[in-house]
């Protein structure tokens, strides 16, 4: 077998099942001095550096060439060489500077979301300390090899998958790789070959956290074998989606080009053989049709629209990382959250407290000392209404070896959490632990370790008794104990009543803690383990859990009247992520990561619809998760902050991380980074983006009407052997000034009334339903009568040409001008004053195309440039009535439609 099988064999073994002297042996280590300087250069040679190779990128140029590869792109090319064919070089310059910002924007966004992979690569520490030729090196993290033995103290970042050989009350955080809660503790002992990810507590996983204790440990994996490499390589391979609407715009660009190309043929081919057309006339009569009918400025709309969004959510706490993220969040159709940290506040909590006569609820969530006890509907002062839950409280607060203070307006902990939530309740309960410290000076410890599970602290006070104070593992602690304190003094010990409560407090989710004490004299001045194997006195049992946030639970439930599903996704434990689903209201028996991993893609697809719940979950699960659902076409949304979210984030359809707890690596993976870590702010973002969607279907229902009535006015007038009633380059002038004035207002309008109540619309759908192609023809149609019979009009007066043509732009523009009002809102009345005042931004843009379209008229230098010519009064005010006769109609075509479809038909 050749070096390269055997490495490969050896990094996937199942090294967390195998006893630690077989995991020595297999690896060739050696414990005591570790490997010789000749072993480790030539393992290095053999394994390669410890670190994560970075994946093959396309070049900038080619990255940079591909923003091109767009139908719309190619459209508004086509656009502007014409445009500068015909000699109108400065409209030819702003298309393609449109063209080439739309290229830099997505370049630049596109750089940025590679950025995922380095953040993970940064993770990985640079130092390590190992056993090299009998001595104890501080070593490049690099140079780790399989079969180094490395030392683990608190601080120390993990440099590399390690076997335990030996820990002393070593906890190690892992919530960046398996969204565990809380510190994990490590032992020797080996577990089951299914384990989770997150139950391996044999092993320490690269780049995470060692959060207390110390330890020493053998290297099994280094770089990309690594649990934190497999992630990196997940998500080099991770296929991005395209969003839904540029999906949409690609599509409609599609069938616009072709309708253009197919438009303009039958047109040359109308005037070349049936009006005796020369090729020439005909060949201009095309282009200025072509011209007509193509939007120029809709990816600008487009662009300003997204932008706009991109500021609105920044002011709710949302930061967009690419524009089409904006849209996409109005499209959502389900959003998988992670728990740890996203609807939870990753701060433990004491949420129950038994003693043997009653059972209190602790309000107040994370380490903010704001809240109360409560017995059933009353509140409780523990120090003058329950001696027992006093004693209690007291005992924690000594019992401790944590501190929780505020800095900065923020409250901060300092420790171990769960030794923080029970300083926490103390506070909660009126304790000061300094002035009961001053009260009952601490005189001896004996410190938590994993191997005995809880921890002893030896008080004396001034009056001369002794106390000792044991809290821990309620199997441990009840062990210890053959009395329970009561109100009405000390009773045996009723173990059966105990373990009920016991169970009843875990089906809860919530992590069990037993605090017992034993009074002793002021001689007693050193502990002993003997001190506490019998005779100590039951207190009570604290339940503690990471609790949901409160505006987590509303969000929710407003996610879910909006039509959108939620489900939780975690590295948590089934029973602690069913207690907070059925909180936060996503119910429902957990899928659990080993039944996930027995579930072939099929079964998986059809079990993704029916859970809410998924907890002990992997990186691969979550990944595979959102790729099933996105299977039935939903459109995925993936909250998270760690390491193991990243390749779900990145996946999904808008990755949404979060900006203080989240890792580089999530914030690099995602779309979408949540300021202050809440996920309220998602159901604001979806509004949001609904609005954006809105707004930009309102800007495309705007704009073609102008390019329908401008191309069919052309084709009108070739069809009857007129002259053209509008040039190319009148064409263009008006496509431009209504897209960036008029259009660009409906960018400003804010949401309309029941945006939230509607159902995600469908993904699948086109951009234009039938409804809304409709009232294009529709308005297009109107705007032709207009255009053409008023051109026709003065035609038949025998002014001149150019006076006639500027009638007729100038009824198009105005006609354009009292429609912006009826497309405020799809099919809502506008004739009111809402619809007609309610809107700076229209009001702004209406009085920016007059101003310019009045030098377009009488500007001189506009008359010669583009043949225009002045219009009297007369002429203005059957402009002026024709505008108006629109706005009348279409308001009538919204009543008759209006209790008849949905602006989604």
Known sequence: MGEGQERTNQQQCSWHAMPAEQVVERLGADVKHGLDSTQAQQRLDDYGPNRLRPPEREGPIKRFLKQFHNVLIYILIVAGVITGLLGHHLDSAVIFAVVVINAIIGHVQEGKAEKALDAIRGMLSPRAVALRDGERLTVDAETLVPGDVVMLEAGDRVPADVRILRGHNLRVD????????????????????????????????????????????????????????????????????????????????????????????????????????????TFLAAVALAVAAIPEGLPAIMTITLAIGVQRMAGRNAIIRRLPAVETLGSVTTICSDKTGTLTRNEMTVRSVVTADREYHVSGVGYIPDGAFHHGEQEVAPAEEDPVLAQMLRGVALCNESSVYSRDGQWRLEG???????????????????????????????????????????HHDHQGNGLLIMKGAPERVLAACTKQRSAAGDQPLDRDRWQQTLDDIASRGQRLLAVAVKETSIDHRELLFSDVDEGMVLVGVMGIIDPPRDEAISAVDECHRAGIGVKMITGDHALTAAAIGDQLGIRGQPLVGNEIEKLDDAELNRRCLETDVFAR??????????????????????????????????????????????????????????????????????????????????????????????????????????????????????????????????????????????????????????????????????????????????????????????????????????????????????????????????????????????????APPMQTLFGTAALDTEQWLRVLAFGALLFVIVELEKTVLRRRISPED
Not at 193 to 199: I, M, T
Not at 424 to 429: C, T
Not at 435 to 446: A, G, N, S, W, Y
Not at 764 to 775: D, E, M, N, T, V
């Open 174 to 281: 892992e919530a960046v790789l398996t969204g565990e809660s809380v510190p994990v503790e490590k032992a020797d002992e080996p577990v089951a070959e299914q384990a989770e990810l997150g139950d391996r507590k044999s092993l320490a996983f690269s780049g995470t956290l060692v959060a207390y204790g110390r330890g020493y440990g053998v290297v099994v994996a280094t770089g990309d074998y690594t649990e934190i490499g497999k992630v990196s390589s997940m998500l080099a391979d991770v296929q991005e989606l395209t969003t839904p609407l540029l999906r949409q715009v690609d599509e409609f660009g599609r069938w616009l080009s072709v309708g253009i190309v197919v438009l303009a043929a039958a047109t040359f081919l109308i005037g070349y053989f049936w009006q005796g057309y020369t090729a020439l006339e």
């Open 416 to 458: 171990d959490p769960t030794e923080g939530a029970l300083m926490v309740a103390a506070v909660k309960g009126g304790y000061d632990r300094k002035q009961l410290e001053q009260q009952m000076p601490r005189v001896d410890v004996i410190p938590f370790e994993s191997s005995y599970k809880f921890m002893v602290t030896l």
């Open 617 to 858: 979950t992997t990186p691969i699960h979550k990944l595979r998760l959102v790729k099933a659902l996105q299977s039935h076409g939903q459109v995925v949304a993936m909250t998270g902050d760690g390491v193991n979210d990243a390749p779900a984030l990145k996946r999904a359809d808008v990755g949404i991380s979060m900006g203080n707890k989240g890792t580089e690596a999530a914030k690099e993976a995602s779309e979408m980074v949540l300021a202050d870590d809440n996920f309220a702010s998602i159901a604001h973002a979806v509004e949001e983006g609904r609005t954006v969607y809105d707004n930009l279907k309102k800007a495309i229902l705007y704009l073609l009407p102008t390019n329908g009535g401008q191309a069919f006015t052309i084709v009108i007038a070739i069809m009857f052997g007129l002259t053209l009633p509008v040039t190319p380059v009148q064409a263009l002038w008006i496509n431009m000034v209504t897209a960036v004035t008029l259009a660009l207002a409906l960018a400003f309008e804010p949401p309309e009334p029941g945006l939230m109540e509607r159902q995600p619309r469908d993904p699948a759908k086109p951009i234009l339903s039938g409804f809304l192609i409709w009232r294009v023809l529709f308005v297009s149609v109107l705007l032709v009568i207009g255009t053409f019979g008023h051109y026709v009009y003065m035609e038949m007066q025998g002014v001149p040409e150019e006076l006639a043509r500027s009638v007729a732009i100038n009824t198009l523009v105005m006609g354009q001008v009292f429609y912006l009002l009826n497309a405020r809102y799809i099919l809502e009345p506008a004739f009111n004053f809402r619809g007609l005042f309610g809107s700076r931004a229209v009001l702004i843009a209406i009085g920016v195309l007059i101003v310019l379209q009045g030098l377009f008229t009488y």
